[in-house]
C-alpha cells in the first residue's frame, strides 16, 4: 500500500472550514483515499473514501487532485467536537484481505 | 455508536497473567480486526479474521493470538503479559475486507499490567 505523509497538526477556528492535505505520491491506479479521524481515546471513526472523483458526505469532502498524488479533507464547518486526530489511509480495493495502516495522523485542534 | 461492542471497557491484571478481550462485530459483518493502541506506537494492526479464517496478520506477538468463532464474535487471548503491553485493545468490524466498505471500531478495551 502507498506511503502517506500528513502535517503532524493544525489549528482552525470555530465556524470555519478546517483542510487537512494529505500526499500520497506513490498511490497506484486501484488504490483509494481514506479518511478516519480519532477523537481522543475513543474507536477510529470512519469519514469519507474516493478513488479519483471529489467525493461529499455529510460529515466532510473529499478533494483529490487530478494525477492523484494528493488529496485535501474539508471539513466545512468545524466545531470544538472536531477536535481528533485525523489519518488518511491509502488502500487497495482488495477483498477480504484488506486491512488499514494508520501512520501518525494530523492531531486538529479547532479552537473557539 | 457504531455497533461493535467490546468487553471488558477496564482490565486491570498482573504481570504474567493471561487474559481474553472479547469482540462482537456489527450485525451481517464479516470480517473482524484487531488493533493495538499503545502511547508511543499509534494504532497497530494485529491479526484479520473473515467468516472464521485469519486473513492477514501484523504486528502480533507470539504470546497473542486470537480466533473467530461460527456466531462471528471473536477473541483476543494475552498470555505472560508484560508491562509493555498495557494499551488500548480496538476490535473494528466490516461487511468485508476495509478496501471494499468502511470499518466501524468499537469503543476499546483498557488494558492495564501491573
Known amino acids: 500500500d502507498a506511503k502517506t505523509t500528513q502535517p503532524t497538526s493544525m489549528d482552525c477556528a470555530e465556524g470555519r472550514a478546517a483542510n487537512l492535505p494529505c500526499n500520497h505520491s506513490t498511490i497506484s491506479g486501484n488504490e483509494y483515499v481514506y479518511w478516519y479521524r480519532q477523537i481522543h481515546s475513543q474507536g477510529p471513526q470512519y469519514i469519507i473514501h474516493?478513488?479519483?472523483n471529489n467525493e461529499t458526505n455529510e460529515m466532510a469532502s473529499l478533494i483529490i487532485t487530478e494525477d492523484r498524488k494528493s488529496s485535501t479533507l474539508i471539513l466545512p464547518h468545524a466545531t470544538l467536537r472536531d477536535t481528533a486526530v485525523y489519518y488518511c489511509?491509502?488502500?487497495?480495493?482488495?477483498?477480504?484481505?484488506?486491512?488499514?495502516?494508520f501512520g501518525k495522523g494530523t492531531k486538529l485542534s479547532v479552537k473557539p | 455508536d457504531s455497533g461493535v461492542t467490546q468487553t471488558p471497557k477496564h482490565l486491570i491484571t498482573a504481570t504474567g497473567q493471561r487474559v481474553t478481550l472479547r469482540c462482537s462485530p456489527r450485525s451481517g459483518d464479516l470480517s473482524v480486526y484487531w488493533y493495538q493502541q499503545s502511547l508511543d506506537q499509534g494504532l497497530q494492526f494485529l491479526i484479520q479474521y473473515y467468516n472464521g479464517e485469519e486473513r492477514a496478520k501484523g504486528n502480533i506477538l507470539e504470546r497473542f493470538s486470537a480466533q473467530q468463532f461460527p456466531d462471528l464474535h471473536s477473541e483476543l487471548n494475552l498470555s505472560s503479559l508484560e508491562l509493555g503491553d498495557s494499551a488500548l485493545y480496538f476490535c473494528?468490524?466490516?461487511?468485508?475486507?476495509?478496501?471494499?466498505?468502511?470499518?466501524?471500531f468499537g469503543q476499546g478495551t483498557r488494558l492495564t499490567v501491573v
Open positions: 489511509i491509502v488502500l487497495n480495493y482488495g477483498g477480504s484481505q484488506g486491512n488499514l495502516i
Open positions: 474516493g478513488l479519483k
Open positions: 473494528a468490524s466490516s461487511v468485508e475486507g476495509v478496501g471494499r466498505t468502511e470499518a466501524f
